[in-house]
């Protein structure tokens, strides 16, 4: 199984600045056969169930602030919250869905400070 | 409007079953694959399973195999999750998601608590 390691389990940023949020898989999620590394971002607000925020690990999802990027390839990935916004407090996962079982991130919850 | 709308989620006993269905409308149910990921009481997503577009492709989590089986009926529009043997550990928000090679939707999720 990839495992899914997410990086701080907790952050707290000032609003009108930027989070950023790590994850690192333990085997690479880039494909040879398209170049695109199978990676997602969502982040989950208590009592609504997740939303997808980037796929192919830097894809925005159609409605997704601009303020939302995602980067990185291979093991390393990024998920970048510029000028933070109170309705950005959430956990943030990333997952895998290179190879089953499509592994999650254990979260990181943002907050603002 | 795409929605995905999950229902028999309950209390029950330690070595029971319970049958999750989950109807989808707003889009074309047969282009889609559809997964069940859950989410136990202060802990993380765990993806538990998904099953392709016809319904010929299933796969597990290691901790549900062979206790869960996911099906779908395409005439339907509905998924579901056959729940045996189930254990405390099972209490989840369970949540069905599509995917149309990653999960881009999903569900509000029906509680499943596994208890005496």
């Known amino acids: 199984d990839i495992v899914m390691t997410q990086s701080p389990d907790s952050l707290a940023v000032s609003l009108g600045e930027r989070a950023t949020i790590n994850c690192k898989s333990s085997?690479?999620?880039?494909?040879?056969?398209?170049?695109?590394?199978?990676l997602t971002w969502y982040q989950h607000k208590p009592g609504q169930p997740p939303k997808l925020l980037i796929y192919?690990?830097?894809t925005r999802e159609s409605g997704v602030p601009d303020r939302f990027s995602g980067s990185g390839s291979g093991t390393d990935f990024t998920l970048t919250i510029n000028s933070l916004q109170a309705e950005d407090v959430a956990v943030y996962y990333c997952?895998?869905?290179?190879?089953?079982?499509?592994?999650f991130g254990q979260g990181t919850k943002l907050e603002i400070k | 409007e795409v929605q995905l709308v999950e229902s028999g989620g309950g209390l029950v006993q330690p070595g029971g079953s319970l049958r999750l269905s989950c109807a989808a409308s707003g889009f074309t149910f047969t282009n889609y694959w559809m997964h069940w990921v859950r989410q136990a009481p202060g802990k993380g997503l765990m993806w538990v399973s998904h099953i392709n577009t016809d319904g010929s492709n299933t796969n597990y989590a290691d901790s549900v195999r062979g206790r869960f089986t996911i099906s779908r009926d395409n005439t339907r529009n509905t998924l579901y999750l056959q729940m045996n043997s189930l254990r405390a550990e099972d209490t989840a928000v369970y949540y069905c998601?599509?995917?149309?090679?990653?999960?881009?939707?999903w569900g509000q999720g029906t509680l499943v608590t596994v208890s005496s």
């Open positions: 998601s599509r995917s149309g090679g990653w999960v881009d939707f």
């Open positions: 192919w690990a830097s």
């Open positions: 085997q690479s999620v880039l494909s040879s056969s398209n170049n695109k590394n199978y």
């Open positions: 997952q895998q869905y290179y190879s089953t079982p499509y592994t």
